[in-house]
């Protein structure tokens, strides 16, 4: 059975554990199959790559690894505090909308 996953792309996260435990950053992109996000400035890796196209001197690269959703924790837009996600019906669209546990306003 897949879990449902509270955390979009776009979204501001703080890092729980880890290296880069208490950093906050922005998700970049979600790989739901191994349940992974990759989120900005956060766990750097080197990468070594040979000369292509896109790097023709190749040499040593940084990018971001993922790192897993338990590992994450939703930043409430409002408080700027890490908060758990609930789910409600908004009133005036009838749509399910994703809430904030500890201020109780949707996140967008």
Request: charged share 30%; net charge positive.
């Amino acid at each position: 059975m897949k879990t449902k996953i509270k955390i979009k792309k776009g979204d501001s996260v703080k890092i729980l554990a880890g290296n880069s435990r208490g950093k906050e950053g922005k998700v970049l992109d979600i790989d739901t199959t191994r349940y992974r996000a990759f989120v900005e400035g956060v766990n750097i890796v080197h990468r070594h790559t040979k000369p292509n196209q896109k790097t023709p001197k190749g040499g040593i690269v940084k990018k971001e690894a993922s790192v897993h959703i338990s590992n994450l924790m939703l930043v409430d837009p409002n408080g700027g505090t890490p908060t758990r996600v609930g789910r409600a019906i908004d009133e005036k669209t009838g749509k399910l909308t994703r809430v904030s546990k500890k201020s109780g306003q949707a996140i967008k």
